[in-house]
């Protein structure tokens, strides 16, 4: 029997309207990001513009080809913030961008809500540049292409439709050379390349071809001259040859285009107009700019004439060789975008991503950290490091494990709502609404993680819940700059980790490198201060020489507390940080006494072991750093240092004269390659 207050209950909630739900999106309801090639460049360009201007801020990430040129190139807790950053200009010099993200964000202050717009960029350096014959090298690692392969990265698509790029410094060489080369007396300006000169008629078959171009072109040119073909039809014959020669004008001056002819025989017709026809030029120009280059014989009738003639073909030339070099520049439009707005640029850890983007887009790296700080800050301003935001923030740091300092696992943390593509999933979070070209969508997930436009979406997300974490009010911010003004985040603005594994920041402001005064205090005490006049490199050792073995004999010689530690550079080669300065020498001195001594007292000391094989060497921190300036990249540092002239009094190693550091050169864009890593060698 039912009560009446349960049919009442029963009825109200029959009746009654569902209560609101809250709007939940999966991230299975999603869509690509934006892919850039060559195909929809230009268009994607356009977009760009009005997107960065009118962004707060504007994130970026690269994939590169790989990370070190050898195992001791890798980043050493032993390094010095200058070895450091010689190590990242190494690495930034050797291999190649294939993928560049690039994401700006805007705060819609009606929504309460940011908007990003994520573009990922295939890359690729193409040969475009006029007069430039000369391919691009790069290494590659095999552990990096793998790492990319697993996260399904197109390597086709980058290979044949990557964008181009070249820098500002190798486009102002370019058209230095191509203005020296007009100036170049040898220079055909009317055939766009060197006069034919003394070429000689080595084949009999030459000669017959001569004499037969000299009579058809005579006969054009008579008719000419004689007033009763001014279109001249060359005659029909019966294998069709008359459409090798096209009539038509060239700067309102008759002309016949050589269609058909191999490059040898137009060789042979630039010769003959030389030697037998005084106001005929051979000319090498574009008729319309939709076609390719053609070869024409084009009629003047006075030496003034012809004079007018050569410098109106040079002027197209040039023009056209300008107009090339400058298309040449490809991506870098895109840089230049970024460094014309001054937009606050934010990376993840991206002291390499920049060092790259200096090096493939603006010009040679400079040769010390301070000086690259100094530069880097004239093309942009303003730059932020999520990392040095997040050490610095001791809430970040308590909701972080250790391991969680990679992008990926850091997004996943800081904002695990747009991570996880639930809206709702972490209250109180900044959101962000993705929109590509038409598509829009909150919390959206890709899912596609090292993709470089997806890492520069996550890097961006990171920052906004950062920025929103210190109080950063997003609806009072009103300057043309976005939140490079923000006074809030000044602080943070132009610090960059110099490395994954040490604590030293540099600052663009200054160009000096310090220990990072800004992490948190759990941070600041795994950072170690690292005495290098105690350091002691050895190598040439035996390569079945453990760290273990190394230490056993240093302290039977020294005392047991004669080591603090040991750190291997490569199979051969260790780092011994001593516990004193004292001892570091006293070592040094010894395995040079004993490298001279053949005697039995040598073979009976507790070093004889570092002696095996009579290749050890042994020196001073400064011999290390000498020998990592060197732009080579031997696979084992003992090879590295044989290549840069170490040479050796006994076994105390010093530099016999430092490494020679190439001028800036037509060729400077070459990077040295090593017969154990993968080199692409790129040419058109």
Request: with cysteine.
């Amino acid at each position: 029997m039912w009560k009446p207050w349960m049919v009442r209950a029963l009825y109200n909630t029959l009746i009654s309207p569902p209560p609101p739900q809250k709007r939940v999106r999966s991230f299975f309801s999603t869509f690509a990001l934006k892919n850039v090639t060559k195909s929809n460049f230009d268009s994607a360009l356009e977009d760009l513009r009005r997107l960065i201007r009118d962004a707060d801020f504007v994130a970026i990430d690269l994939e590169m080809t790989g990370v070190s040129s050898a195992p001791w190139r890798e980043s050493f807790e032993f390094d010095s913030s200058d070895i450091q950053y010689l190590k990242v200009k190494d690495s930034a010099e050797k291999f190649a961008v294939i993928q560049f993200g690039v994401c700006p964000f805007r705060w819609d202050s009606l929504q309460k809500f940011f908007i990003a717009h994520p573009h990922n960029f295939y890359i690729f350096p193409h040969q475009e540049k006029p007069g430039n014959d000369q391919s691009y090298e790069f290494l590659c690692q095999t552990t990096s292409l793998d790492f990319l392969s697993k996260y399904q990265f197109d390597f086709n698509k980058c290979l044949s439709e990557g964008v181009s790029y070249s820098s500002r410094l190798q486009e102002t060489i370019a058209l230095k050379h191509l203005s020296s080369m007009c100036m170049d007396e040898s220079f055909d300006s009317l055939s766009g390349s060197r006069k034919v000169g003394d070429m000689q008629f080595s084949r009999m078959e030459d000669v017959l071809f001569a004499e037969r171009m000299k009579i058809k072109i005579r006969e054009w040119r008579d008719g000419l001259l004689h007033g009763s073909n001014s279109n001249y039809i060359f005659p029909r014959t019966s294998n069709n040859s008359d459409k090798r020669y096209e009539t038509t004008f060239f700067k309102n001056r008759p002309a016949f285009v050589l269609n058909g002819f191999t490059s040898h025989q137009k060789k042979l017709i630039q010769l003959v107009i030389e030697n037998h026809f005084k106001y005929l030029a051979f000319v090498h120009v574009n008729i319309d700019e939709t076609l390719c280059p053609r070869h024409l014989v084009v009629y003047t009738d006075s030496k003034e004439d012809m004079g007018l003639l050569m410098k109106e073909v040079k002027d197209c030339i040039l023009k056209e060789a300008k107009r090339k070099v400058k298309s040449a520049a490809g991506f870098r439009n895109v840089i230049d975008l970024l460094s014309s707005e001054k937009k606050l640029i934010v990376g993840h850890n991206c002291f390499l991503d920049f060092a790259h983007i200096y090096g493939k887009f603006i010009g040679q790296l400079p040769c010390s950290a301070e000086e690259y700080a100094t530069s880097l800050r004239n093309y942009f301003p303003y730059i932020m490091d999520t990392k040095v935001l997040l050490n610095a923030n001791d809430s970040f740091q308590s909701s972080m494990k250790k391991s969680s300092t990679s992008l990926s696992k850091a997004f996943a943390s800081v904002c695990p709502g747009i991570a996880s593509g639930v809206k709702g999933y972490s209250l109180g979070c900044v959101e962000v609404e993705v929109q590509v070209d038409e598509k829009r969508l909150l919390n959206w997930n890709s899912g596609t993680k090292h993709e470089a436009g997806y890492d520069a979406f996550m890097t961006g997300c990171i920052f906004a819940q950062a920025c929103s974490r210190l109080g950063v009010e997003f609806n009072m911010n009103s300057s043309p700059l976005g939140l490079a003004d923000e006074k809030k985040l000044q602080k943070y603005v132009n610090l960059l980790y110099l490395s994954w594994v040490s604590g030293d920041v540099i600052d663009l402001r200054t160009g000096t490198c310090n220990a990072d005064r800004l992490a948190s205090a759990s941070l600041k005490t795994q950072y170690r201060q690292i005495d290098f006049q105690k350091i002691v490199v050895l190598w040439g050792l035996q390569n079945t020489l453990t760290p273990s073995d190394i230490r056993e004999c240093i302290s039977r010689a020294f005392g047991q507390n004669s080591v603090s530690s040991i750190y291997s550079l490569d199979k051969t080669a260790v780092f011994v940080q001593f516990s004193q300065t004292e001892v570091a020498l006293e070592f040094l001195d010894l395995m040079e006494t004993l490298g001279k001594n053949n005697g039995p007292l040598s073979v009976l000391h507790p070093l004889s072991r570092l002696l095996e094989g009579g290749c050890s060497h042994a020196a001073d921190y400064e011999v290390y750093r000498q020998v990592c300036i060197s732009p080579l990249s031997k696979i084992l540092f003992a090879e590295q240092a044989e290549a840069v002239k170490i040479k050796s009094d006994g076994l105390k190693a010093t530099l016999e004269h430092k490494p020679f550091v190439t001028e800036i050169e037509d060729n400077a864009f070459r990077a040295p390659s090593d017969e154990k890593h993968t080199t692409f060698a790129q040419s058109f």
